[in-house]
């Protein structure tokens, strides 16, 4: 096989960020003095994994830019900027390192000063596009729909799996109609639980995920 041919699977830090400045650009904005992140639509719209990320992405173009320092931020500054308590940033910190959307700084000076956090750029688009996607699912109203009676599980993973096995499942499903099921059925989630979750799930192969417009739907494999 040629390199020619090869080359055409290389894609550079730049490519991913010039793709992502596109997606952010409704999202977030940079300061141009202080280089500090701003966030452009209502934070209350958002889960915290999302704020979380938004954050992240833009400490990274901000860095880049040359306005930053560092491209990472202290579970401390995410809890200001946010304006989230620390105890629900560490825990969804925890879970986005283990996704590898996140990548935590474990050793001082090099790179990102230690125990600060930074956005992986290689999967940021795909964070973008998440969030543009559920941000387009919540804003369409689901009427007239009829919910599969599934019984309360305790386990948002199981609740969802026996979801989408259902008949109903058969069709690919948002993450607002998923969510809007699971209340149905008497288990109630968090924005942030249901789309962390099913983002998580799609990564470990448990369920499929497809693309209809701007939003993200799920199906069992």
Same mark, same amino acid.
């Given at each position: 096989?040629?390199?020619?041919?090869?080359?055409?699977?290389?894609?550079?830090?730049?490519?991913?960020?010039?793709?992502?400045?596109?997606?952010?650009?409704?999202?977030?904005?940079?300061?141009?003095?202080?280089?500090?992140?701003?966030?452009?639509?209502?934070?209350?719209?958002?889960?915290?994994?999302?704020?979380?990320?938004?954050?992240?992405?833009?400490?990274?173009?901000?860095?880049?830019? +040359? &306005?930053? $320092?560092?491209?990472?931020?202290?579970?401390? =500054? #995410?809890?200001?900027? *946010?304006?989230?308590?620390?105890?629900?940033?560490?825990?969804?910190?925890?879970?986005?390192?283990?996704?590898?959307?996140?990548?935590?700084?474990?050793?001082?000076?090099?790179?990102?000063?230690?125990?600060?956090?930074?956005?992986?750029?290689?999967?940021?688009?795909?964070?973008?596009?998440?969030?543009?996607?559920?941000?387009?699912?919540?804003?369409?109203?689901?009427?007239?729909?009829?919910?599969?009676?599934? +019984? &309360?599980? $305790?386990?948002?993973?199981?609740?969802?799996? =026996? #979801?989408?096995?259902? *008949?109903?499942?058969?069709?690919?499903?948002?993450?607002?109609?998923?969510q809007l099921a699971l209340r149905h059925n008497s288990m109630i989630f968090t924005d942030g639980s249901v789309t962390g979750t099913l983002t998580l799930m799609y990564q470990d192969h448990k369920l499929r995920r497809?693309?209809?417009?701007?939003?993200?739907?799920?199906?069992?494999?």
């Amino acid at each position: 096989m040629s390199k020619d041919v090869l080359n055409q699977l290389v894609v550079s830090e730049d490519d991913l960020l010039t793709e992502a400045v596109g997606k952010a650009k409704g999202l977030i904005a940079i300061e141009d003095k202080s280089g500090n992140v701003l966030v452009r639509v209502p934070k209350t719209s958002l889960p915290a994994r999302s704020l979380v990320h938004l954050y992240l992405i833009g400490t990274y173009f901000s860095h880049r830019m +040359g &306005k930053a $320092e560092f491209a990472s931020m202290s579970p401390t =500054s #995410l809890s200001l900027a *946010t304006g989230i308590d620390s105890d629900t940033i560490s825990a969804r910190l925890t879970e986005l390192v283990e996704s590898g959307s996140v990548r935590k700084a474990e050793k001082g000076p090099g790179k990102y000063p230690k125990g600060e956090y930074s956005i992986n750029p290689y999967v940021m688009n795909d964070i973008l596009d998440e969030i543009l996607s559920s941000r387009a699912s919540a804003s369409t109203p689901v009427q007239g729909e009829s919910y599969p009676d599934i +019984g &309360k599980h $305790e386990n948002l993973t199981d609740g969802i799996i =026996s #979801l989408l096995q259902s *008949t109903w499942g058969k069709k690919p499903r948002d993450w607002r109609e998923i969510q809007l099921a699971l209340r149905h059925n008497s288990m109630i989630f968090t924005d942030g639980s249901v789309t962390g979750t099913l983002t998580l799930m799609y990564q470990d192969h448990k369920l499929r995920r497809i693309k209809e417009g701007r939003a993200f739907k799920y199906l069992v494999p």
